[in-house]
């Protein structure tokens, strides 16, 4: 039975990993697999374990009691997702990231290039990788002309969107998992993570700045006098980034879940928004007969009905389908296979023999099949110890080992939906450059943690 469940998993992977060449949206595979595999679970009667931390064994639960643990967690990562998505949205409506064209004063390809991709870095780690990309895509746009000098431009976006979001724990989705699973806190991830990352995007844009692509100057096609929308875009915008980077504050201070943090963020920056677009929406409107035009110029209900539900219901589908193998006991079986097969190429990381080549072979995987099941899967196999140097590696490795592939992450997929980016091209153009990005990254984070292991 358990051969079964496993190549279930596997088509399901194979069929995520397939999306561009199925044509099927991977939230589907995705819902399919999970529903499956706690069926199967449920009417086997098979036996559903979790892992003591403690004792790091397995122990005997009940189905329900299980699924619903597991159902926790994951609604712990949608519901701040949700909240995450809702502001972003909410400072798009009064056209916020406008602001950042106010940044943009040069027409030097290089200065250009820099000015772009360390835009990338920075918003990557505060409103989310995918969301940074999109911006600067769509400034781009407004601003270089010539297309195959844009392709490069967002080629080396994409890489910096990425290594931008491997150091935060609300730049990711993958490293808000770790850090809502407790492997990691906000504070020790920056510490070992931030360095290599600049590494990761400065590197290829050093190099490419070289490029003879890069040579020259742009002409400017974006109207200099171009006015936001309204006069609250820059309050809303520096509101909205507050309130995302006060999530980690509110965990530090009352040790609640991020999405309890999230959430109160929203509600402060839903009360600015409300009151700067003069709605007039009320609850007791809302119940009467003319609701139907109720909350149209509601900023909250314009963002909530804008958020990305296809990415909610696919992270819902992948972690609930890796939680079914977890709670079979088959990843922490795995895990102790891996780490006992797998030669230790690195520093010995405290309590843990976690393998780095292990570590780098799943920033290669990120690069090939999405990383979110990839990351779902170690935190169900590999029982560390909160903040130990592994699990920083495994946010570092799954967030920039996409970008050598343009479909290897999420920033790298909507780059290529808006500009129409080839596979083989960025493959040719960009790829070369990630993969130094990655390995430099890589070489510095082991330098960094044999240094902080021997200082400690």
């Given at each position: 039975m358990e051969a079964l469940l496993i190549i279930i998993f596997i088509v399901g992977y194979l069929a995520i990993a397939l999306e561009?060449?199925?044509?099927?949206?991977?939230?589907?595979?995705?819902?399919?697999?999970?529903?499956?595999?706690?069926?199967?679970?449920?009417?086997?009667?098979?036996?559903?374990?979790e892992v003591n931390t403690l004792t790091k064994s397995l122990e005997l639960h009940h189905l329900e009691g299980v699924l619903l643990h597991h159902l926790g967690k994951t609604a712990e990562i949608l519901v701040f997702l949700l909240g995450a998505m809702t502001i972003v949205e909410i400072i798009d409506y009064f056209d916020g990231f406008s602001t950042i064209k106010s940044y943009v004063k040069t027409k030097n390809k290089v200065k250009l290039l820099w000015l772009f991709t360390t835009?990338?870095?920075?918003?990557?780690?505060?409103?989310?990788?995918?969301?940074?990309?999109?911006?600067?895509?769509?400034?781009?746009q407004k601003i270089v002309k010539e297309k195959e000098v844009r392709l490069w431009y967002a080629g080396l976006i994409v890489i910096a969107a990425n290594a931008g979001g491997a150091w935060s724990p609300i730049g990711d989705v993958t490293?808000?998992?770790?850090?809502?699973?407790?492997?990691?806190?906000?504070?020790?991830?920056?510490?070992?993570?931030?360095?290599?990352?600049?590494?990761?995007?400065?590197?290829?844009?050093?190099?490419?700045?070289?490029?003879?692509?890069?040579k020259g100057d742009i002409e400017i096609t974006s109207e200099k006098d171009e006015k936001p929308k309204t006069k609250f875009s820059a309050t809303m915008f520096y509101l909205g980034l507050a309130?995302?980077?006060?999530?980690?504050i509110f965990k530090t201070f009352t040790h609640l879940p991020p999405y309890m943090g999230m959430m109160l963020s929203l509600a402060i920056v839903s009360i600015f928004a409300e009151y700067f677009s003069g709605s007039k929406f009320s609850v007791g409107d809302a119940s009467s007969g003319g609701a139907t035009n109720i909350g149209i110029h509601s900023p909250i209900h314009h963002s909530l009905s804008k958020i990305e539900m296809p990415s909610i219901l696919f992270f819902l589908g992948i972690l609930m389908a890796v939680a079914a193998l977890e709670s079979l006991g088959m990843l922490f079986e795995f895990a102790g296979v891996l780490e006992n097969s797998v030669p230790f190429l690195g520093t010995e990381l405290q309590s843990t023999h976690l393998s780095d080549l292990v570590v780098l072979l799943l920033g290669a995987g990120s690069a090939v099949i999405d990383n979110v099941p990839l990351v779902a899967a170690s935190i169900g196999m590999f029982s560390i110890p909160l903040d130990e140097p592994a699990w920083h590696f495994i946010a570092y490795s799954a967030g920039t080992g996409g970008s050598m592939l343009i479909i290897g992450s999420a920033a790298g997929v909507v780059a290529m939906g808006m500009e129409?980016?080839?596979?083989?091209?960025?493959?040719?153009?960009?790829?070369?450059l990630a993969l130094l990005g990655f390995l430099s990254?890589?070489?510095?984070?082991?330098?960094?943690?044999?240094?902080?292991?021997?200082?400690?």
């Open positions: 561009h060449n199925l044509k099927i949206d991977k939230l589907i595979p995705a819902l399919g697999m999970m529903a499956i595999l706690w069926a199967i679970i449920a009417v086997a009667h098979l036996n559903v374990y835009l990338a870095f920075i918003l990557s780690a505060i409103i989310d990788n995918l969301t940074a990309t999109i911006v600067l895509i769509t400034i781009l490293t808000t998992m770790l850090w809502i699973a407790n492997k990691v806190t906000a504070s020790s991830l920056i510490i070992h993570v931030l360095i290599p990352s600049i590494f990761c995007y400065a590197v290829p844009t050093f190099i490419a700045s070289k490029l003879s692509v890069f309130g995302i980077l006060f999530v980690p129409k980016i080839n596979f083989m091209w960025y493959l040719k153009k960009i790829g070369w990254g890589f070489v510095v984070f082991v330098l960094l943690r044999d240094f902080l292991l021997n200082a400690s």
